[in-house]
């Protein structure tokens, strides 16, 4: 289990663990929230979010529960989704 306070950050590698090239893909990450202080502070979420800096995404570790993120790898240049992750699953205290 993780602290709440702390921000993790999550890198969209290939099966060789190589980061992703973002001149040519993407990356879209969905995060999900759950258990009631997420809902009670209206922040369940579910929606796509862009990367803050090339493969990486940063979220801050708010709100008790299971949590998870998602990546989705886009081709640019013809939007053609290249593949997703598995969820990753955070558990907050």
Not at 59 to 73: C, I, M
Request: aromatic share 14%; charged share 25%.
């Amino acid at each position: 289990p993780l602290q709440p306070g702390y921000t993790v950050k999550f890198c969209a590698t290939n099966i060789h663990g190589v980061p992703y090239q973002t001149d040519d893909y993407s990356i879209k990450w969905r995060i999900t929230n759950t258990d009631k202080a997420a809902v009670a502070a209206n922040q369940l979420r579910g929606e796509f979010y862009p990367s803050d800096e090339g493969p990486f995404r940063g979220e801050s570790l708010s709100y008790r529960g299971v949590h998870f993120v998602e990546a989705f790898v886009v081709r640019k240049r013809d939007h053609c989704l290249m593949g997703n992750s598995e969820p990753f699953y955070g558990v907050i205290e």
